[in-house]
């Protein structure tokens, strides 16, 4: 009996994607079998693209069964690379020519980061639309959120999503595994422009350097930020040589799924367990000039409960908070953005600053209150942020200057 | 065989001449067929014929079919108050079988997959084909060309305009009715039984030959309101059980829990906002469908927001509008079928919970109708064309699976939107042109997909509207282009010649055939 070899999902509520099943023979040619939802209109195109992938490997006898509820051709390309791998050991990729609108675009490294949408890297469903929430940025996990035999396929599926998935202004993030497996996880994903790589269960600036040389060594012309990812007490302890690892560092989040289990505490809503943990990560990163991010909020039918947490993490001083849910992007993104009040003491006080300042006055005050520098820096970033998401006109100086 | 003759109508489709032996009317345009007749009268009934007393009860349903001279080639009606839950239909050709008629011709008012139990009454000839609605099961029998007959279908008020425009001739109406006494007099609205209204039986109680009220509630008369009058009714039969009321809520009746979909939903409500439709004093109407009940949660909190309150809401009532009623963000539910248990509780005990009829809110054939009153209706589609024609009955692959219900009525609607995702497990949505036409592109004005919204060029007032708007405006070209990048060019459905059902406008006329599935 010749190896079977198995790749992708099918079953009832199973959509856009595939299950093969495949085994090798010396002769009888290619006896393939597709089932599909969609055969009578995309029989003929499946048929061409198993038949094509199956000459790149040169394969010339096999028996395949492909049961398909709507995938699209990069789905069904990943699961039979998987396949073919698993019975041949092959790792030549097979890749279809990429979107048009595949291409990363370069962000800066402080690009702002509010909403960071996690994704499972192996359910081409929950991939397929993934941009149009806008999210600053999408995560495809390829660590918790894959089952430890499903990996190799779901690395295979993350690459060709990253080259056929239009992420829309979203930046395209890949979690890799725990090091050192998500070392050779790169190996497959550098390649496709991610923009950034999130570092999960960073305990020390050793991971840090390990994944950024590997980056390195893909001389890649475009910078791709890192997000380590501090899931551990010992990570909390090393966080600020962490932050300041490497300066590809754009971020550092924290997890406290893990970092609750490890300390041996039960996560709470309201977070008083962490706190320490938190303000810890939040001052290693201000310290190091990278942007610090909040961990997850798990109950996604609790919106009050996310706004709750989203205000809180704010507070503390994060940037942003991942989302399990596009349900949440938006109420997070709320949070986090300037309040209508908080824009407009901030415009005031940048009209007064200026004002000022065309006067050569030294001192700058608004009503009893002295204005130093740091506060018209703290102002004129709120500012910015406020005209980026359009809660202020450009022109907003005219109506001060009125006053 | 010899094949049936067609000719093309004026939306450029080939239809016969002529389905199952009567001569077809081809459509002629939207407005341009103009009857010059009188409606069809029924038969004139004599007091004296009927019981003195007013007690039409008989023992069973079979006995009221005998004593209604059931047999070979008559037209029975049901109705599908109980949706899923229909216990009735099933029931009358289980008789007919039973006693060995042949050749009925089934006019459902819609058709749910609880009626796959008739599919063996198609296969041996006891039904001979369907003039209504073909879902699921009973559509994909149709589509595989096993149906003797030519399955007809219509929108809600087509089904009325047929009866009165003495298209279809009904010889036996079975009307289902959660309340009923002895005369005949029914409602739907008490009783173990309650399923809400009973507008859809309303034509065939009016034009029908004979009519059977079938209770597992039965009152002493007066039985009010009377949804039914009694005066209409031949028999009255008391029954165990007549509808399945838990089966009244489908997958198509819920929320959807979908992201993609709920973003269409937020987006549809955002584009209804910024065109200035959600004003005080405004209507609306959306369909069952996940996507269309979520876009009326976006509007309840539009409306809250911006305190505003609306005149009417139309439709299919469930425990969403219901709720906008009760908090007084609207002041009339205009119901036209209940689509869950609190829409029945509500349609009981709130005046301001009105039942309708395909009469006035659909029927084309009349003086006016109220769906041409509402602001805004949000409905689905399975496929899209780039003129805006739009299929809701059958699938790409060729298959019929839905029926029409009121959605070509709807499409008279003052601005009708359609939200839908671009494409579908695979297949686009929005397409070259659609599998199968049930409406013009003319009357549909705005598709709402998850990568754009496309405004019909034709109203150039909602153009002008949205332009200075941060909404994803798109061309529906364009649409369809980026479908077609993401999912490849799908191949046309594969089709025989033969004819298996047709696809009437709300005028009565062929809009479009449905052909054999080549597969």
């Not at chain 1, 962490?274 to 109950?299: E, T, W």
Request: glycine share 8%; hydrophobic share 40%; charged share 25%.
């Amino acid at each position: 009996m010749s190896k079977t070899s198995i790749a992708g999902n099918h079953g009832e509520d199973i959509r856009s994607d595939c299950l093969i099943k495949m085994s090798l023979s010396t002769k009888g040619g290619i006896r393939l079998k597709i089932e599909s939802r969609v055969e009578s209109m995309y029989g003929d195109q499946i048929n061409s693209l198993i038949k094509d992938i199956l000459r790149f490997y040169r394969i010339r006898n096999a028996e395949i069964l492909l049961q398909d509820s709507g995938a699209l051709n990069f789905v069904i390309a990943a699961r039979m690379e998987a396949a073919i791998r698993q019975l041949t050991g092959d790792t030549k990729e097979y890749l279809l020519p990429a979107a048009a609108w595949a291409k990363a675009i370069q962000y800066e490294r402080n690009r702002i980061r509010f909403t960071r949408l996690y994704v499972p890297g192996n359910t081409p469903k929950l991939m397929l639309n993934v941009g149009i929430h806008k999210a600053d940025g999408v995560i495809l996990d390829l660590e918790d959120s894959v089952a430890p035999v499903k990996k190799g396929e779901a690395l295979l599926l993350v690459r060709n999503a990253l080259r056929a998935i239009n992420f829309y202004q979203s930046e395209r993030m890949v979690r890799i595994n725990q090091l050192p497996q998500g070392l050779d996880d790169l190996d497959l994903i550098l390649p496709q422009d991610p923009n950034v790589i999130l570092i999960p269960k960073t305990e020390t600036p050793v991971h840090v350097k390990q994944a950024a040389d590997r980056i390195a060594a893909a001389n890649k012309k475009r910078k791709i930020w890192l997000i380590p990812i501090i899931e551990s007490a010992l990570g909390i302890e090393n966080s600020f040589l962490i932050a300041s690892a490497t300066p590809a560092i754009a971020a550092v989040a924290i997890g406290l799924e893990d970092l609750t289990a490890d300390i041996g505490v039960s996560r709470t809503k309201s977070g008083e367990e962490s706190h320490y943990a938190r303000m810890r990560i939040v001052n290693a990163c201000k310290a190091a000039g990278v942007q610090p991010l909040d961990s997850v909020f798990s109950d996604v039918a609790d919106t009050p409960g996310l706004i709750d947490s989203a205000v809180r993490s704010k507070s503390l001083g994060f940037e942003g908070m991942g989302c399990i849910h596009p349900g949440q992007i938006s109420a997070v993104r709320d949070c986090f953005m300037p309040g209508s009040e908080e824009v407009a003491r901030s415009c005031r006080i940048v009209a007064a600053f200026e004002d000022a300042e065309s006067k050569g006055l030294g001192v700058v005050s608004l009503g009893s209150k002295m204005i130093d520098l740091p506060v018209v820096k703290r102002a004129l970033a709120a500012i910015e942020l406020a005209e980026k998401f359009g809660l202020l006109e450009k022109n907003w100086r005219k109506e001060y200057e009125k006053n | 065989m010899k094949k049936t003759k067609e000719q093309f109508n004026a939306a450029g489709r080939s239809v016969p001449e002529s389905v199952n032996g009567k001569p077809a009317i081809p459509f002629m345009g939207i407005g341009k067929y103009r009857p010059e007749r009188n409606k069809y009268g029924p038969r004139i009934p004599v007091c004296s014929d009927y019981p003195s007393d007013g007690n039409k009860l008989v023992p069973s349903i079979k006995d009221a079919l005998i004593q209604s001279g059931l047999h070979d080639g008559m037209t029975i009606s049901t109705h599908h108050h109980f949706r899923n839950g229909d216990l009735l239909a099933n029931t009358v050709f289980d008789i007919a079988h039973e006693m060995g008629i042949k050749d009925l011709v089934w006019f459902p008012s819609a058709s749910f997959p609880c009626h796959a139990h008739l599919i063996p009454y198609l296969e041996d000839g006891t039904i001979h084909h369907i003039e209504g609605s073909m879902n699921g099961p009973l559509g994909r029998f149709t589509s595989r060309g096993k149906m003797k007959g030519v399955g007809v279908l219509r929108s809600h008020g087509g089904r009325y305009q047929a009866v009165q425009d003495g298209e279809v001739k009904i010889d036996i109406a079975v009307i289902g009715a959660s309340s009923a006494d002895p005369f005949g007099n029914a409602n739907g609205l008490y009783g173990p039984s309650a399923s809400g209204l009973l507008g859809f039986a309303l034509a065939d109680s009016q034009y029908a030959d004979k009519v059977i009220v079938v209770t597992d509630n039965l009152v002493d008369f007066p039985c009010i309101p009377w949804q039914i009058q009694g005066n209409y009714v031949d028999f009255t039969v008391v029954v165990d059980k007549v509808g399945d009321t838990t089966q009244i809520v489908s997958g198509t009746t819920r929320i959807t829990n979908s992201p993609d979909r709920l973003y269409l939903a937020e987006l549809t409500g955002k584009f209804c906002d910024e065109v200035g439709i959600i004003h005080n004093g405004f209507s609306f109407q959306t369909g069952a469908g996940g996507t269309s009940l979520a876009v009326g949660e976006y509007f309840r909190k539009i409306m809250k927001q911006k305190n505003i309150r609306a005149r009417f809401a139309r439709g299919g009532s469930n425990a969403y509008l219901v709720s906008m009623l009760e908090e007084g963000l609207v002041e009339y539910l205009l119901d036209g079928q209940t689509f869950d248990l609190t829409g029945v509780r509500s349609m009981a005990e709130n005046p301001k919970h009105v039942w309708t009829s395909p009469f006035t809110s659909y029927n084309y054939h009349s003086k006016g109708n109220f769906a041409g009153l509402v602001d805004v209706v949000i409905l689905g589609a399975t496929e899209i064309d780039v003129n805006f024609n739009a299929n809701v009955v059958t699938h790409s692959d060729g298959y019929l699976l839905h029926g029409i219900g009121g959605w070509q009525n709807c499409l008279f609607s003052k601005t009708v939107i359609l939200p839908v995702p671009l494409f579908r497990d695979r297949v686009p949505v929005i397409r070259d042109q659609v599998t199968t036409l049930c409406g013009p592109g003319d009357l549909i004005d705005v598709i709402i997909t998850e990568r754009g919204i496309a405004i019909n060029p034709i109203r150039t007032d909602l153009i002008k509207a949205v332009k200075k708007s941060h909404l994803p405006l798109r061309t529906i070209e364009d649409l369809k282009e980026e479908a077609e990048q993401i999912c490849g060019k799908p191949s046309p459905a594969k089709f025989k010649d033969k004819i298996v059902a047709v696809v009437k406008w709300v005028d009565g006329t062929l809009l479009d055939a449905i052909r054999q599935v080549d597969a």
